[in-house]
């Protein structure tokens, strides 16, 4: 899923974007973190304040009427999305976890975006394939299991409208794929797979931004 230690950024050069950031996190985002962070390890899961904030900005760019998340985690990154919704809009979150999602489910009341928000208990492949026939995305945030970032990509694409675009965390796995001795795993294979076949694929236009452990910004041609 979403941050993990970025020691290949200088601390400072993170402090002093996430104190310029804007908006700045609220309390129902501050009280999400502190609670995540006492989950231990799995707090690494968790977007970046500044990342958070960028979610929202992007969603407003992209005027997103209708997004999806795959991957939710503990909710911070969908509060952010769904902030950022054009009036009536709503967010489809897709994860496998009843334990981190019911964490979710609490901080989006307190965020008050919960009306926002319909939470699948399932495999993501699963909630994109039963989509309605010609349902149409107009964001995606793909911060899930690594391997399968190209699969959902593939779901994605076809039913994202022109001009829509797909977000995709931790695409520079802590600069791990310009690393060709980095040891090579599943998850760095996946990304490495998922950062190559997007490069190629001439229905798109990307940009990979080193901002947390790396967003791609995919928007559809």
Known sequence: MASRQRDWIDDSIVAY???RTSPQPDSALDELRAETSEMGDVSIMQVSLEEGALL???TRLAAASF???IGT???YSSICIARGLQPGGRLLCCDVSEEFTAVARRAWERAGVAERIELKVAPALETLRALPDG????LAFIDADKPNYINYYN???????SG?????DNTLWSGRVADPAAEDNPNLAGIRQ??????ADVRVASYILPVSDGLTLITKL
């Open 155 to 161: 779901e994605v694409l076809p039913r994202l409208r």
């Open 67 to 69: 997004a999806v998340e």
């Open 164 to 168: 829509g675009m797909i977000l995709a």
């Open 135 to 138: 349902t149409t995305i107009d």
């Open 73 to 75: 985690f503990t909710g």
């Open 56 to 58: 929202t900005i992007l």
């Open 194 to 199: 998922f950062n190559d076949t997007v490069a």
């Open 17 to 19: 974007i996430a104190e």
